[in-house]
Structures are given as C-alpha cells and as structure tokens.
T-cell receptor, first 114, second 115 residues
C-alpha cells in the first residue's frame, strides 16, 4: 500500500545543475500535482496534470518543467537550479475534482541549491 | 482567483483543552470543498477533515470538527481535548469543482500544545 512515492527525499544541488524529481502513485488517480512549500507561504502549485500526456502550469511554474508519460508517474525537472528553488517539494494525486476528493501527498523532497 | 487566509501564524493551547484554528476563504463558485491538513515535524501532510459547500451539517472526524459558516466564508477547525501529539502545522485548503482541479492552501498555523 505505497500511495504516493517521491524520490529522492533529499538533494543538494549547485547553482546551474539540473535534476529530476520523480513521483509515482499506485492508486489509479487521474490527477497529479507538484507543490513547493516555503516558510510562511503554505503550499504553492507549480504544475499539475489531469491525465496521461497532459500538463498545465500552476501558480509558480517558472524554472520548472514537467512530464506525465505514464498515468502513474509525474516528473518535475529543474533545468538550471537557482538558490530561489531551495524548498520542500510535495507531489500529490487525486481523483477528478468533480468528486471533490482530497489529495494524497508524498512524503516530500527537501532540495537545497547552493 | 481563490484565496485562503489563516490569520494565526501560531497558537498555544493547554493539554486537554479545545482550540479553534481560523480559516477564511474567497471564491465565486457555488461548488467547492474545504480541507484541513496536519503537518507534524516529520513533514508529511496528513488529511484531517473535509467539508463540502453543499453539506448542511458541520463535518466531524473524531476530535476534529469543522465550523462551517458559508455566508461568512469561514471554515474553522476545532480540535477538542488537545493532546501533545497535536503540536504541528495546520493548513486550510480549498478546491473548486470547476477551477482546473488545483487545491489552494493557506499559509498555515503552528499549534503548540503545552503539558
């Protein structure tokens, strides 16, 4: 009963490096999301996907790209990391909004960009 | 755009007492859901309680209840009989049915339960 799994859990990057965060869910959820959490700001939506092969921008998409080639996976990429991207990243998944289900969250990835 | 406001950055409560965490929201939609999540120091996001905009009764889940006042657009979380393990960050969130499916979060309230 894995739910939502995020890898890696921790990462330190140098400015300008690239990396990909992986999110995998085994609940057959249609929708998947990437959020970042910063102190005093709650969770802010980066990108989301309403189905395989589709992605859309959220509230703070700049500097990030995403892909959803398979229904169960949602990848978040940083092409050229900046210190402003130091944050905790959460992936979440859910059923369609018309059923107004809550989200299932992964355990988070703590990223530090130096 | 939907907006969630939590006006209490930090709250203290004595063990075994009740505490109310405030949340107000802004939406022009009639159909939406309100959620509360708990984030302990370990970092995971734990779903606590859900209230639908058309639900006539306030939601309850064990020691958690949601004081839903639709006309005032408030959805306060009430925790009864506080326990030391309730010390955590608490986030209020809203999801609109017809707004591209994303859930928006408030800035959170850090609750500390004193022994």
């Amino acid at each position: 009963n894995a739910g939502v799994t995020q890898t890696p859990k921790f990462r330190v990057l140098k400015t300008g490096q690239s990396m990909t965060l992986l999110c995998a869910q085994d609940m057959n959820h249609e929708y998947m999301y990437w959020y970042r959490q910063d102190p005093g700001m709650g969770l802010r939506l980066i990108h989301y996907s309403v189905g395989e092969g589709t992605t859309a921008k959220g509230e703070v998409p700049d500097g990030y790209n995403v892909s959803r080639l398979k229904k169960q996976n949602f990848l978040l990429g940083l092409e050229s990391a900046a210190p402003s991207q130091t944050s905790v990243y959460f992936c979440a998944s859910s059923y369609s909004s018309l059923r107004l289900y809550g989200y299932t969250f992964g355990s988070g990835t703590r990223l530090t960009v130096v | 755009a939907q907006k969630i406001t939590q006006t209490q950055p930090g709250m203290f409560v004595q063990e075994k007492e009740a505490v109310t965490l405030d949340c107000t929201y802004d939406t022009s939609d009639q159909s939406y859901g309100l959620f509360w999540y708990k984030q302990p120091s370990s970092g995971e996001m734990i779903f606590l309680i859900y209230q639908g905009s058309y639900d006539e009764q306030n939601a309850t889940e064990g020691r958690y209840s949601l004081n839903f006042q639709k006309a005032r657009k408030s959805a306060n979380l009430v925790i009864s009989a506080s326990q030391l393990g309730d010390s955590a960050m608490y986030f209020c969130a809203m999801r609109e049915v017809y707004n591209n499916n994303d859930m928006r979060f408030g800035a959170g309230t850090r609750l500390t339960v004193k022994p």
